[in-house]
């Protein structure tokens, strides 16, 4: 995650990590992206299941019933090994989390054992009977899946009425007391609805937004041709950072992130060096504690038939199944070649990525997009919208 926010307008400076000693556990969540220790934040896939049928879903979910989920126990197990290995935040996903019946169950649960719990769901189940629950477990925050406005989003989702229903859900999740935000995956459909975005969440009070560059993966590797183009990703960050900007100067401090392009870290630094380059000094600090990507290694994923996996979206390769092993053994298994190799990815990298003077702030950026181009693990994303003059790198 790249917290525009948090970097380009100044909602967090260098000091404000170092105060905590930079230890997961003592980290206040909107400076988590900053800690030394990387004990992964782990997405759990609760459910294939889902009531909508979203174009760019990348667990390919149907509104089926899967036989192969983890039980409420082995659940449980999971959990409590996460807890006692240091992950500091567990993120409940899908499918649709919120369609699985033992979900109140698993997330206080978790938070019994000191984690904070997130959920990521599409927000039409969101009902006051079921916030009222979370609010009294201690849910930490709820993220909502929104491709932009009515039209726009009932097409991405697939089901008419999605974008009312979701709407609805942010509004009672947000009038319970339960931070809510949204997260809202950019593609050519819809990119031009991101400033429609920017007034919803200041029209409705929503205080988050995540803006997700989109990965190749699930029903996702389908739209690879409707990527935005380099030049197009650029503008969309440029967009991203002016409004971020104007929120922040009439005195609405929203949190606003981009997500899976690690090129966005630069970027904003390039532009402050221009701008303000005392801010950029302070945002080269920050970036460097962030390191960029880390799926492998600060981020992995519990799948629902308890594959682990580098991150959500690449499912190529799994690392084992906590049905059979803990998920802390396998995380730290590096007799895996792709573990160890993931977890020193920036020996590995090939092309202008390894040349390039950004890579200990990018990581390498997005392993999946790479290997579901190129088929290699290792080559440059594609998506990387920085030029060879940006990066250092010339012919």
């Not at 092993?325 to 730290?332: C, G, L, V």
């Not at 160890?340 to 390894?354: I, P, Q, T, W, Y």
Request: include cysteine; charge should be positive; aromatic fraction near 8%.
């Amino acid at each position: 995650m790249i917290g525009i926010s948090k970097l380009y307008c100044g909602a967090v400076e260098p000091a404000d990590v170092l105060r905590y000693g930079r230890h997961s556990k003592e980290l206040p969540s909107h400076l988590l992206q900053f800690s030394a220790d990387k004990h992964p934040v782990v997405v759990w896939n609760v459910t294939r299941r889902c009531n909508l049928k979203c174009i760019h879903c990348y667990s390919n979910s149907q509104n089926v019933f899967y036989s192969n989920e983890l039980t409420t126990e082995q659940g449980r197990a999971l959990l409590a090994d996460l807890a006692a290995f240091g992950s500091p935040v567990i993120l409940f996903s899908g499918g649709e989390p919120m369609m699985r019946p033992d979900l109140h169950e698993l997330v206080r649960f978790a938070a019994e054992k000191g984690m904070r719990v997130v959920i990521s769901t599409n927000g039409t189940l969101i009902t006051k009977k079921e916030v009222a629950v979370y609010k009294k477990i201690g849910l930490s925050y709820i993220g909502v899946s929104l491709d932009g406005l009515r039209d726009v989003h009932d097409r991405f989702r697939g089901v008419k009425g999605a974008f009312n229903a979701t709407l609805q859900g942010i509004r009672t999740a947000r009038d319970a007391g339960i931070k809510v935000g949204i997260r809202f995956t950019i593609s050519k459909r819809n990119y031009e609805e991101i400033p429609a975005v920017f007034d919803l969440i200041e029209k409705e009070n929503i205080p988050r937004a995540c803006f997700y560059h989109l990965v190749y993966s699930g029903r996702g590797s389908k739209l690879i041709g409707e990527d935005l183009s380099l030049e197009e990703s650029r503008q969309v960050v440029d967009i991203i950072l002016n409004r971020t900007r104007d929120l922040f100067s009439r005195g609405l401090q929203k949190e606003i992130l981009t997500v899976d392009n690690h090129a966005d870290g630069p970027y904003i630094y390039l532009r402050l060096l221009k701008e303000d380059p005392r801010r950029a000094a302070e945002v080269m600090a920050l970036l460097k504690m962030n390191e960029g990507n880390s799926s492998g290694h600060g981020i992995g994923c519990v799948s629902w038939d308890g594959e682990v996996y580098a991150d959500q979206f690449w499912r190529i390769h799994s690392f084992g199944n906590v049905k059979k092993r803990p998920f802390s053994e396998i995380w730290m298994d590096t007799s895996d070649e792709v573990m160890a190799k993931l977890k020193e990815r920036k020996r590995h990298v090939k092309g202008r990525c390894a040349r390039c003077q950004w890579l200990d702030v990018c990581g390498g950026n997005f392993r999946a997009r790479a290997e579901a181009v190129t088929g290699d693990l290792w080559a440059p994303d594609p998506a990387c919208y920085l030029t060879d003059e940006e990066i250092g790198v010339h012919a």
